[in-house]
């Protein structure tokens, strides 16, 4: 049974900092890429950052300078640092495993229960 489980979410000022975690259970969470998502009020859940399970990252260009996405693969563990923390930046964060595809088959994807990040100004 598959699970991502986040922590880490919170209240903070503008200009401070949060940790997001997510651990995942279920997977081999080496060979898999991994992403956070997150969705505010009334908008549509947006791609965050995600990173390869080689270890290469992509950001939004929101957040580009101010989040670092990392792994430890020891821990089948994804974090989210985020710096600089803007009120525009209030959402539910969500983990994810995306599709992954081999030949001869796939593995569907996953998503956790995210976590509220609210940042006040």
């Known amino acids: 049974q598959v699970q991502l489980v986040e922590s880490g979410g919170g209240l903070v000022q503008a200009g401070g900092s949060l940790r997001l975690s997510c651990a995942a259970s279920?997977?081999?969470?080496?060979?898999?890429?991994m992403r956070w998502y997150r969705q505010a009020p009334g908008k549509q859940r947006e791609l965050v950052a995600a990173?390869?399970?080689?270890?290469?990252?992509n950001y939004a260009d929101s957040v580009k300078g101010r989040f670092t996405i990392s792994r430890d693969n020891a821990k089948n563990t994804v974090y989210l640092q985020m710096n600089s923390l803007k009120p525009e930046d209030t959402a539910v964060y969500y983990c994810?495993?995306?599709?992954?595809?081999?030949?001869?088959?796939?593995?569907?994807?996953?998503w956790g229960q995210g976590t509220q990040v609210t940042v006040s100004s």
């Open positions: 994810n495993k995306p599709l992954l595809v081999w030949s001869g088959g796939y593995e569907r994807d996953y």
């Open positions: 279920g997977i081999i969470f080496s060979i898999n890429d």
């Open positions: 990173i390869t399970s080689g270890g290469s990252t």
